[in-house]
Every structure is written in C-alpha cells, then in structure tokens.
C-alpha cells in the first residue's frame, strides 16, 4: 500500500469512528424523544417511525438522483433477501424499544446496549473472521464479566435487555455484509415494512382511535418528525459499519447505553443497586481499556502470556 493509499484508508478509519460516535450518542438521547410521545401507544409509534422514515428516506433518494440504483438493488435477489431481513430485525428492535421506554424500562434498554456489542464482537469474530489482540480480549472478558453481574441482579431472564441486544447485533450483521447505499438501503427496508404501516395507521383512522392529527399539534409533529429521528443516526450508523471492523462499533456502541443510564436513573428514578453499579464499573473499564489498546504504546506493551499464548495457537493451527 503506498502512502497516498495508507492516507486514505487511515481517513476512512477516522471518519467511520466518528459516523459511530455521533450516531451512538443520538440513539443515548432518544428516549427523551419517545418519552414526549408517552401519550401514543408504542405500536402506533412504531408504525408512524416506520412510514416517516420512509418518506424522509425517499425524499434523500430523490434529491441525490438515485432511483435507478434503488431499481438495480431491487433487482438483485439475494440484495431483496438482506432488506428483508434487515427490515425484520430492526423493525423488532425498534418495536422492544419504544414500548420498554414508553413502559419505564429505560435501564432494561441500556443494558440491553451494553450486551449488544458483546454480540457485535462475537459476530464479527465468527462471519468476518476479526481478531482482537491481547487488550481487547481483556476488554472483552471485563465487559462481559459486567454484564453477566447485571444479568445476575435480575434473578431471571432479562428478555427486554436480550431481545434488544440480539435483533440489533443482528442488523448490524446484516448491513456489513450488504453492499447497499445506506440511504437506499433504510428506505427500501421501511419500504418492505410500510403495508403493515399504511394498514394499521388506515385502520385507526378510520375508527377514529388514531392519534395523528387528532392529538395536539405537537404530538403530529414529533410523530412526523420520527422520520428524521430514526433515519439519521441508523444512517450514520450504516456508515460506520462499512468503514470500520465490527469489533469497534461494537465498543462504540457503548456511548449509546451510557446515555440511556444517565437518562433512565437521573432524569426518570429508575431502580439502580449496589449490583449495577458494580457490573457497569466493569463495562466502563472495558471501554476505556478498549480505547487505550487503539494506541501503538499500548500494542507494544501487551501482556506477555497472552500474547506469547496468541501466538502459540496461531503458529499451531
């Protein structure tokens, strides 16, 4: 690779860490935006997400000339096969979302985003064959230390927290293996969704049960404004994952809990023990070991047994 090749995969690195943060940083505030719309029922807030999301999206199409380049990605079968499953998994996530914030889970939801960059990392170890090294595997084994602590403190199955965790890890799987516009990539997804939206937003419409336009003004405009709010920090997140090793958004995604955290136990006095705090101290560990191990200093001084380990089992296999 020649300098000016190193220059531009180094730019491509930098701006795909800040594609994450910003969008992780968006999605730590957004239950404040569906706390405001507490009023509307999370399945009517789903759909009303799904329909302005599309035609915020459609809108971007349209303005960057870029029908034909949707009509080729429709035209490619295993290309309509990702969108569909993509479609699926963050039209779950979504749903789980707006309902445990709307229902006072916020805390469910932020551990929810501190397991779903364990799995981040599993996935791209597993499909994509990432490596961490020594540091980052320290890191891992402390965040999951910290989560299985949390998970403990529940005495049951978190089935918020996972369900978040896996359908999200799961688009993200998703959108790194597919070669698709971000842009076309969201609106052809909340294309595949909108039947179900059209339908069911009709329906409450014409019973007269709907809260759009019905509602104060206010309350219209955030549901419309949803489009914006759902698009640009998944786009920027598409971004990201085209740029940067699954691995990295994975601890990326950690800003995003953070906020919940803050939010959910400062602003809504959620239950917050002895027990979480000592689990989100682990993860918070791991995020700063993470961060650090991205400098050279700190690859030349890896632990020695693990990395004399790491390197054993590679020179065997």
Request: charged content about 10%; hydrophobic content about 50%.
């Amino acid at each position: 690779m020649n300098e000016l090749e190193h220059g531009a995969s180094k730019n491509s690195r930098l701006s795909g860490v800040i594609y994450a943060v910003v969008a992780f940083l968006l999605w730590g505030i957004l239950p404040l935006y569906w706390k405001m719309l507490s009023s509307v029922g999370a399945l009517e807030i789903l759909m009303h997400r799904v329909l302005w999301a599309f035609v915020f999206t459609a809108m971007l199409v349209s303005y960057r000339g870029q029908w034909q380049e949707a009509r080729a990605v429709l035209g490619d079968a295993k290309k309509r096969r990702v969108l569909v499953l993509g479609a699926l998994s963050v039209g779950l996530n979504w749903g789980i979302y707006i309902w445990a914030v709307n229902s006072n889970h916020v805390v469910d939801t932020s551990l929810g985003y501190y397991i779903n960059p364990l799995l981040s990392v599993l996935f791209g170890i597993v499909a994509f064959k990432e490596r961490l090294d020594s540091w980052q595997l320290i890191s891992f084994a402390l965040a999951f230390m910290g989560v299985l602590v949390i998970t403990l403190q529940y005495g049951g199955i978190p089935w918020i927290s996972l369900s978040l965790a896996l359908s999200f890890a799961l688009y993200g799987l998703i959108k790194k293996g597919a070669k698709i516009d971000s842009v076309i990539g969201l609106m052809l997804e909340t294309a595949v969704l909108l039947p179900l939206s059209l339908g069911y937003l009709g329906y409450m419409h014409f019973h007269g049960a709907g809260s759009f336009g019905n509602a104060a003004f206010l309350t219209t405009a955030l549901l419309v404004a949803a489009g914006g709010a759902t698009a640009v920090p998944l786009l920027l997140f598409a971004q990201a994952t085209q740029r940067i090793p699954l691995s990295t958004v994975g601890f990326t995604q950690y800003f995003t809990p953070t906020g919940m955290l803050i939010i959910g136990v400062f602003l809504y006095n959620e239950p917050f023990s002895k027990g979480h705090l000592l689990g989100f101290a682990c993860i918070w560990v791991a995020l700063g070991l993470f961060s650090l191990s991205q400098f050279s200093w700190m690859k030349r001084h890896q632990p020695g047994w693990l990395r004399n380990k790491k390197a054993h089992v590679e020179g065997g296999s």
